[in-house]
């Protein structure tokens, strides 16, 4: 029997008015200060009918409190809340995942596990939970948290999380509630209920998910994080993960490290898709694409520039990045890695650093031609440095609506993207497995001992240690 060819998964990642610093600047932009629902809807629907794979919304959630001059000169993360936008979208779409952003550290498993469990229902079995552990100083003041948490914590707490959601999600066995029996006031069979008891270092839970199971099974887990700790990370629960790369060298090592990873959690290749970010400007010809994103570069603002924490506003724009005595933050370890290894390798001026990384975001940049975009998408795709790609639109919806219209027909007709999609959930048209419920598990894969009342924490193998 020959197995199905590897195919080419697109999600379009979103963010309002682009990706670019300056996109909310640019003349093409037709959202306003006020977040719209039907800006969304029609992103959304320009998205399905490119038959692109999942809609990937983040969430820098929190704002800190210091308002100053420079403060109202940032139009980034004034957005709705994923699930409750998701939800609403899920209503006027039928076929493409719905991925919310959800950070770890600002929820509770419970919670998270109900509301996409919810989501799933609602959208017939689209729900996608891109989980993050970033840990923000503001953004703890807002939900007044005092403690700081490191990199490592961070990680510990998400694997318990995550573990005890997906837990959770199997609270019932999957025909649980298809048979309720009015004549005999049976409204489901006991003995398909599979109560928690789980005590971790970080989170507890006793009792039953208050829902049926989700129509996926478990939605789709994303992921994200280039640095070690992230791998294992994605490794263990990513189902679809979105790096950061540069360059094809650097993410064919990142694609051959992550795959490599998977086996010692008893998992297939097949069953993670790497999509790195690609920030994408395409037009009739090379020199129009670059005229077009010349455009939105001119609009960057330099005021309150920093770099791995300190203030750069005092250097001169066009000199050198100065030697610092910095530290790493707790976020974005891998793509700060990135970015001074850029500058001190191509000697880069702090003004080119920005204009070449910030704008990006730390991704793949593919600015020309739909020959010319088309070849790097194939390329990465071919030689296994990605599974797929985000596709991360500098501006919108100027940018996106070209992409639809210029790259994906090309891609199509290179047979590497699908020209209508084949499954009816996210998980079937990105090719997973669907997790059987746990009347349905084999003999060798016993439920996690955690679920019959032991401590957590004795169960996990934590992605830090």
Do not use: C
Request: hydrophobic content about 35%.
């Amino acid at each position: 029997m020959s197995q199905k060819p590897r195919q080419l998964v697109l999600n379009a990642f979103f963010q309002r008015f682009g990706h670019h610093v300056a996109a909310w600047r640019h003349p093409s932009s037709t959202d306003n200060g006020r977040p719209s629902l039907d800006w969304y809807v029609n992103a959304i629907k320009l998205a399905e009918a490119a038959k692109f794979d999942g809609f990937f919304l983040a969430d820098f959630i929190g704002r800190s409190g210091a308002v100053t001059p420079d403060t109202g000169r940032n139009a980034l993360n004034y957005q709705f809340e994923p699930l409750t936008l998701l939800s609403a979208l899920a209503t006027a779409t039928r076929h493409i995942g719905l991925v919310a952003t959800i950070n770890t550290n600002f929820d509770t498993p419970y919670q998270v596990a109900r509301k996409l469990t919810s989501l799933d229902h609602i959208s017939g079995g689209r729900a996608a939970w891109n989980v993050v552990s970033s840990f923000g100083e503001h953004t703890a003041a807002n939900f007044g948290i005092k403690e700081p948490r490191e990199h490592a914590e961070r990680y510990a707490r998400a694997t318990e999380f995550v573990e005890l959601a997906k837990r959770l999600w199997d609270s019932y066995d999957d025909d649980t509630f298809d048979n309720p029996n009015r004549r005999t006031g049976q409204f489901y069979e006991p003995k398909s209920a599979h109560p928690l008891r789980v005590e971790g270092k970080y989170f507890s839970s006793e009792g039953l998910l208050d829902f049926p199971r989700p129509i996926q099974g478990h939605p789709v887990i994303v992921t994200a994080g280039n640095s070690d700790t992230g791998r294992d990370f994605a490794a263990r629960f990513g189902e679809v993960t979105y790096a950061s790369a540069t360059s094809l060298d650097v993410a064919k090592a990142y694609y051959a490290d992550v795959k490599s990873r998977l086996a010692k959690f008893g998992r297939a290749e097949d069953q993670l898709k790497i999509t790195p970010g690609l920030s994408v400007v395409v037009a009739e010809s090379d020199q129009e694409a670059q005229d077009l994103f010349g455009e939105v570069q001119a609009l960057v603002d330099f005021n309150n520039l920093s770099f791995g924490g300190f203030d750069l506003s005092g250097y001169p724009l066009d000199g050198p990045l100065p030697d610092l005595p910095y530290q790493e933050g707790e976020n974005g370890r891998g793509r700060f890695r990135q970015q001074l290894e850029l500058a001190r390798r191509e000697n880069l001026t702090i003004r080119e650093l920005v204009l070449r990384f910030r704008v990006a975001r730390g991704h793949v940049q593919a600015i020309g031609s739909v020959k010319t975009v088309a070849d790097l998408i194939e390329q990465w795709f071919v030689e296994r440095g990605a599974d797929g790609f985000n596709v991360v639109p500098p501006y919108l919806p100027r940018g996106f609506e070209d992409f639809t219209r210029l790259v994906v027909p090309e891609l199509q007709r290179r047979g590497i993207f699908r020209k209508e999609y084949e499954g009816r959930t996210y998980r079937e048209n990105l090719g997973l497995d669907r997790p059987a419920d746990l009347a349905h598990r084999a003999a060798n894969e016993p439920f996690p001992q955690a679920a019959q009342g032991k401590p957590l924490a004795e169960d996990l193998q934590l992605a830090s240690s």
